[in-house]
Structure formats: C-alpha cells, structure tokens
C-alpha cells in the first residue's frame, strides 16, 4: 500500500527566504506525484505534476524535482511571499487512478 | 465556470439522516473523482468514475455511501444514515480522460453531522 510522508508538518520563516519541502513514498512505482495548495477553507490549487519520466517542473517560483527510485520529491520555493502562506500537499499515482496524499506541510511566510 | 463546482458548499445534518452532495466537473473531463479530508489530514480517495461507469470505488468505507453519474458529467455522492464520524470535507475532481492526467479540484462541500 502506498503511504506518502510530508517533512516537516509545519514551517514559518520570514519574507525572501528561499525553503524546501519534502515528500517521499513508499512504492516508487509511481505513474506521476502532483504538488498542490489548499487555502484555509478552501479545495485544493494544482501547482506542478511531475510525469514519472520526468526530473523536474518549474513554474515561476516554484521548482519541483522527482527522484523515482528513492521515493522522494521536493518543492522549493524561490523569494517567499506573505501570499505563500498555505498548506502544500504532495499526491502520487500508482495503479489505477487515485491519488494518495500526504499530510501536509502547512507553510508560514511572516512579513 | 472554468472550475470544478460544488454545492452545497456546507451542510450540517442530524445523524441517521440522507444526504446528497454535487460535483459539477470541468466540461470536456471525462474522468471525476471523489475524495474525503478530514481535519488536519490529506485527501482519502473514495471512487473514480470514466464516463458514467465507477471505475473504481475502493475508496467507499461501506455501503453507507454510494455515488452516481448517469450522464457521464455531473456526480452526486449519496450518503445514507450518517454518523459523526461522517464529518469531513467532501472533495470533488475531474481531468481529461483519467489516466495520468493532471486532476483539478473543487472548493468541497463541508458535511457536519450533528
């Protein structure tokens, strides 16, 4: 059974610092890993997938890489912002079409 | 709407009562999706539809919940006699034809069972 793990489970560091967030799961047989925001309240923001043949997703800020046969991913984030602040959620699809979510970093940028 | 839509998006209910909550999916997305999130935790998958058929719905704890999609679009996950432990917030998704496609998620729908 899959299980994926988010480290750490809560950071808060101040405006303009560069961060890394981490993912890794069990089953490195993995169709693809998406990384994604949720808001307070709110559903979830797609932020970058990562195809499985693939190394790394960039998105203005944002770089994602994906080394598969470790089972690990990172988020980094480039010069953070105050509008960063969120929880950031890392999911991988294995068989089928589920994802399998991790737990969450929830993410503080203090002004 | 470009998005993923849900209604309602709160709904607080008596337990042993019925309820219906809706997924709108992004038009020309074949493929939509059902997860649960509870405080604190990721999303659990619950059932993936392609087209009208589940393809799979592994994800539904008992046959309390059950969810339907007769015309290949819109989704309604039905719960029946619900309980406490019912509480969550209910997420939809939807992606171009299943698969390894990118999914994109509704706001959810916020059931409190009273």
């Known amino acids: 059974k899959q299980e994926v793990t988010q480290i750490p489970a809560a950071l808060s560091v101040p405006e303009g610092e560069n961060l890394v967030l981490n993912c890794s799961f069990t089953?490195?047989?993995?169709?693809?890993l998406q990384w994604f925001r949720q808001d307070p309240g709110k559903g979830l923001t797609s932020l970058l997938l990562i195809q499985s043949s693939q190394r790394e997703q960039t998105s203005g800020r944002l770089n994602a890489s994906l080394d598969k046969s470790s089972g690990r991913s990172t988020l980094y984030i480039a010069a953070s912002q105050p509008g960063d602040s969120a929880t950031y959620l890392c999911?991988?699809?294995?068989?089928?079409?589920?994802?399998?979510f991790g737990e969450g970093t929830q993410l503080t940028v203090n002004p | 709407g470009a998005g993923v839509s849900q209604t309602p998006s709160n709904k607080v209910t008596e337990k042993g009562k019925y309820v219906e909550l809706r997924c709108d999916p992004i038009?020309?997305?074949?493929?939509l999706y059902w997860y649960r999130q509870s405080l604190g935790q990721g999303p659990e998958f619950l059932i993936y539809f392609q087209g009208t058929g589940a393809a799979d719905d592994s994800g539904l704890p008992n046959d309390r919940f059950f969810a339907v999609r007769p015309e290949g679009s819109v989704s309604t996950l039905k719960i029946q006699r619900t309980e406490r432990g019912d509480s969550a917030v209910y997420l939809c998704?939807?992606?171009?034809?299943?698969?390894?496609?990118?999914?994109?998620f509704g706001p959810g729908t916020r059931l409190t069972v009273l």
């Open positions: 999911a991988v699809r294995t068989g089928g079409s589920r994802l399998t």
């Open positions: 089953d490195s047989a993995i169709y693809n």
């Open positions: 038009s020309g997305h074949t493929a």
């Open positions: 998704a939807s992606s171009f034809s299943g698969g390894a496609n990118e999914q994109f």
